[in-house]
């Protein structure tokens, strides 16, 4: 990515994660009485975390690295926004969980640093951040110990090619063009799904941010050439926290759902892969 686009987007980040934690409320507190932000699909994938060294790849603000380190994981967090950093960083004291954050852009980061985890993992809106798949991938290859593995857990990318009329009229899956948009503020827009408040009204973005529309297969496509091994690959049709759409409904467990009578397509996938 260009130096441009690189402050630029780390800009606009820093504004939606003041934006996104502005809805939250206290959330040290929250924490400290046992809040958790992981999902099911998350923890399934990662399987037993005690003892075992993690990198929290694009970390945000830390709330999810937190709460893996609460399940016992040694955990260091990487992002590129300052001011998801330095939230985290403050997260973790306020709250009482160990963690290690660093701000790096993440693929430079891992081109560079002699650490190796057990676990690498990522979630929500990671990859499409990114403009070249392969150094992604070979930099997960690189930081991962013999037998270590990778859990990414993401938001479908067919999802960007339907509407919000539920027709097939958004971005096209195969684009090759990069997409130069504000941050949004889906915290607002998907209220206790993402642990904000309901009803917020969301907050102003005019930074630009450049993203990138990668397929599934590509994805898989990069990991695999990397030298990774792929051990399961699975879909879901529902969204975890976001609503991704304004025609899906709430349901149980913090999920987006299709409204009935919609016919399905994946909302998310999930992937694991290790280091031979």
């Known amino acids: 990515m260009a130096t441009h686009d690189y402050d630029t987007t780390r800009r ?99 081109q560079s640093t002699e650490r190796r985890f057990d676990l690498a993992f990522s979630s929500y809106g990671a990859v499409g951040w990114l403009p070249n798949l392969s150094e992604w991938a070979c930099g997960i290859a690189r930081i991962l110990s013999p037998s270590g593995r990778f859990v990414y857990v993401e938001f479908h990318p067919v999802r960007w090619s339907i509407a919000n009329d539920l027709r097939l009229t958004g971005d096209d899956y195969f684009s090759e063009r990069p997409f130069i948009e504000p941050v949004s503020d889906y915290v607002a827009s998907s209220g206790a799904g993402l642990g904000g408040i309901e009803g917020a009204l969301p907050g102003k973005n005019d930074v630009p941010a450049t993203g990138y529309q990668y397929g599934l297969a590509q994805i898989v496509d990069a990991l ?16 975890n926290g976001c609503r991704l759409h304004e025609a899906l409904v709430a349901a149980s467990g913090r999920r987006w759902v299709w409204p009935e009578g919609v016919a399905r397509t994946p909302l998310m996938f999930g992937l694991s892969v290790r280091r031979p």
């Not at 992981?38 to 945000?60: I, K, M, T």
Request: hydrophobic share 45%; proline share 3%; net charge negative.
């Open 224 to 239: 695999l050439r990397a030298g990774l091994v792929l051990e399961t690959l699975r879909e879901y049709p529902y969204a």
């Open 12 to 110: 606009s980040w820093n504004v939606a994660t003041r934006n996104h934690n502005a809805h939250k409320g206290d959330q040290a507190a929250a924490f400290r009485a046992g809040a958790d932000p992981l999902f099911p699909e998350e923890l399934e994938l990662l399987g037993d975390l005690r003892d075992r060294s993690l990198v929290h790849l694009q970390c945000n603000a830390g709330q999810d690295s937190l709460a893996l380190a609460r399940r016992g994981a040694r955990v260091t967090g990487i992002d590129f926004s300052d001011e998801a950093i330095a939230f985290a960083q403050s997260l973790s004291h306020d709250s009482g969980i160990g963690a290690s954050f660093e701000q790096a852009e993440v693929v430079s980061w891992m």
